[in-house]
C-alpha cells in the first residue's frame, strides 16, 4: 500500500521553459515524503533533535515523463523500501490528474541514517522501521 | 470577506536558521493568490495567453513578526482592493494555527496591468476586477 | 560607499512568466548581503553559533522597475544604516547591466538583534556594527 | 577539458538541516551548464525562440557525498556527451574548494531534443553539437 499526496503546480515551481524546473520535481517528492512521515506521527525537523540521527539523502535519481505546467493539479505516491539496517530507499510517482491521469516522473532517493556526533552509520531509528513495515 | 489557504511548512521552504527564509513568505501568500484565482475559475498561467494582458507584481512589503518551522501548519487569508482601473493591492496574513493560533507575518502585493504589445498600463481584465469585487 | 555585487540571472530565479519571480529579487539582494558581510570577515551561519544572537529581517519593502531575464547580468548595490543601537535597515539597488544599464528594483530590509535564549532583542553585535559604520 | 564554474554556499540554498537541500544540488550544477552555454556563445532562453527546439532534461541521477554549508566555496566542473543525434548527457563534480578541496557530489543529467511544435525528438542543433564536440 503506497501512501498519496496531492499538490498544485505553483508559479514558483516553474521556470521561463513554462514548466516545473527539473530540480523542482524532487521537492516535490520531499514534500510528499514529509506529509507521509507525519501522517506516521513523525516530525522530521523535532525527529533529529529528539534521537541526535539523521537521514539525510545518499542518491537520488528521476525520469521525467511530461511537463507540468502551473495550475497541474498532481498526485505523488511513494513507497518505502529498507536496503540495510542503515538504510532505505523510496520509489515515488509523479501523476498529472485528467482526465486522463498521466505518469509525469518517476524518482527515486536512498537515505542513510547517520550520527553526526558519531561521524558514522547507524541503525534506522524503530520510529522509521516501524513507517517502512507498514507501507509495504 | 477574504479567502483562506491552508499549507504546511516544508523542508524546502527553510533555511540553514531552521525557519522559512524570508523571501518564501512572499511565496506563501503568491500561492494563496494562485489558489484564490483558481477557486473563481481564473488560470493564471492560460490568464495571460488568452487576453495578452499580464498583471505583475510592481511592489511588496512584509512585516515579518514570527518564524515559522518545518511541519507548522498555516493558514493565510488575503483580502483584494482596486487601486484604480489598472491597478489593485492585496492584503495577507499569515497564521501559524495553533492552539493557540498566532499571526506570523502581513504581506501587501501591489498589482498592475500591463500589455506587454503596448508596453503600457491597460485597464483590468474584466475576470479580475469581477474577482475584486467579490472578495470585498 | 556602497558594496556591489555582479549576478548573472539562472533559470532557477524565473517563473512561467518568463522573468524573474518576484521574491526571488529579495533573494538576490539577500546574497548581495551575504557576499558583503563575508568580505567583512563575517560568516553568518558561524555568527550565530559564536555568538548567540541572530539578527532576522522583520520588514521588507520592494520596488519593482522592470522585468529580468534569464541571462541578464545584474549588480546588486547595498547600503546598511544603524536604526537603533537594536537594528539596522540596509537599502539595495538592483541594476540590469547594459548598455544601457537599468535601474530593476529597490529594496529595503530591516534586521532586528535578537538572543533566542532570552526571547528579547539585544544591542547589535560589534562587528556588525562595525560593518555598518564602514559601509557609510 | 571540462568547464569550471565558481559558487559560494547562499542561505537561501540551505534547509532547516543547516545543509543545502538535495535538490538545490541540482540547481547548482544547471547553473554551471548555463554559464557552461553562455561562455560558448549559447543563450538557453533566446536559443528556444530562435530555433523553436527544446532539450529538456529526461533524466537525472545524483550522489551526494558531503553535506554542504552556507559559505562553502563551491567548484562544479562539467563534461558533456553525446549520446544519440537526438540526445546527450552531461557528467558533473561538485567539490568544496579547500584546504583540502573535497568531491561533494556527482550529477548527472540527461537532455533530449525536442520540437514542442512536431511534439517529437528532432535532431540536436548544430550549436549544441558543436559546444559538446569542443568539450571532449
Known sequence: MSFAYHRTVRFADTDAAGVVYFANFLSLCHEAYEEA????GIDLARFFADTGIVVPIAKSS????RPLAC???????????????????????I????????????VRTEHVSTSPRLRERVPLPPALTDWIARQQ
Not at 512521515?37 to 506516521?40: C, E, I, K, M, R
Not at 528521476?62 to 515523463?65: G, I, K, P, S
Not at 498526485?75 to 520509489?91: H, K, Q, W
Not at 490528474?97 to 516522473?105: M, R
Open 71 to 93: 495550475g497541474d493539479k498532481l498526485r505523488v505516491t511513494l513507497r518505502p523500501a529498507l536496503l540495510s539496517e542503515n538504510s532505505f530507499a523510496i520509489d515515488y510517482e
Open 62 to 65: 528521476a525520469d521525467y515523463l
Open 95 to 106: 501523476t498529472r490528474l485528467g482526465p486522463p491521469a498521466k505518469l509525469a516522473a518517476r
Open 37 to 40: 512521515l507525519s501522517a506516521h
